[in-house]
């Protein structure tokens, strides 16, 4: 995904080819969020009015670009992880000891990939975390892009969500899966903030006036 035109990876995305999928969509809205913060974190900097913030904007912007890059990581590790579910379902199961390897090889698989779904989530949580940090030092005329920016990793995480969840119904370890939720859980916590940082801008917004056209 990373060096990939936009237009080239969506033709991936919707062919019948696999990978990219919903993994590879839910790092895509995760970068993309985060993109958005370093934007506006680019267009504050150095405005006269965010002098008093420059460091906090220079810090947001350093920790989007690493969630940006870890964002894109993640797609390539949603492509590897499948890769690996899907050899083990296809080993062989002509003996008991084969139905056994191949049993195990599918639980050890759908453990691993189901830490993707749930490093992604925990990605665009730090994204609607940053956001939220921005609101009150950014340029106001961006301020605006931040709700997107919320937004774009709201969708992430609940393609996460859903991934882990389905991942973790194939999982037979108990204790594995209540671990599992529960990070998952941590992480969806951003999506309530999310909301509220897209209400609380919208409302900014609804409450001002429209300018008089002089006649």
């Given at each position: 995904?990373?060096d990939e035109?936009?237009?080239?990876w ?12 919903a993994g590879a969509?839910?790092?895509m809205n ?8 370093s934007?506006?974190?680019n267009?504050?900097i150095?405005h006269p009015?965010?002098?008093a913030?420059?460091s ?6 350093a920790?989007?670009?690493e969630?940006?890059?870890t964002?894109?990581?993640l797609?390539?590790d949603d492509a590897a992880a ?5 050899a083990?379902?296809?080993l ?7 139905t056994r390897?191949h ?8 453990t691993a990939a189901?830490?993707?779904p749930?490093r992604?989530a925990?990605t665009a ?7 939220r ?10 301020v605006p892009?931040?709700a997107?920016a919320?937004?774009?990793?709201r969708a ?12 973790l119904?194939?999982i ?6 209540s671990a599992a939720?529960v990070?998952?859980a941590r ?11 897209t209400a ?8 001002r006036?429209p ?5």
């Open positions: 995904m990373r035109t936009v237009g080239g969506l033709d991936d995305l919707a062919s019948a080819s696999f990978p990219p999928g969509a839910a790092a995760t970068a993309v969020g985060a993109a958005l913060i934007m506006v974190c267009l504050s150095g009015k965010c002098a913030h420059e906090d904007l220079l810090a947001a912007r920790a989007a670009e969630l940006r890059s964002a894109l990581g797609s390539a499948f890769g690996t579910v899907l083990a379902h296809r062989p199961r002509t003996t008991a000891t084969s390897a049993a195990v090889a599918v639980q050890e698989a759908l189901t830490e993707v749930l992604t925990r949580a730090e994204v609607v975390c940053l956001a940090r921005l609101i009150a030092v950014a340029k106001a005329d961006v892009d931040l997107v919320a937004s774009s990793a992430a995480l609940d393609i996460a969500a859903v991934i882990a969840e389905a991942n119904s194939g037979a370890d108990t204790e594995h899966r939720r990070q998952l992480s969806l916590k951003a999506v309530t903030e999310s909301e509220a940082i609380e801008i919208r409302a900014r917004y609804s409450r006036e300018p008089v056209t002089p006649e």
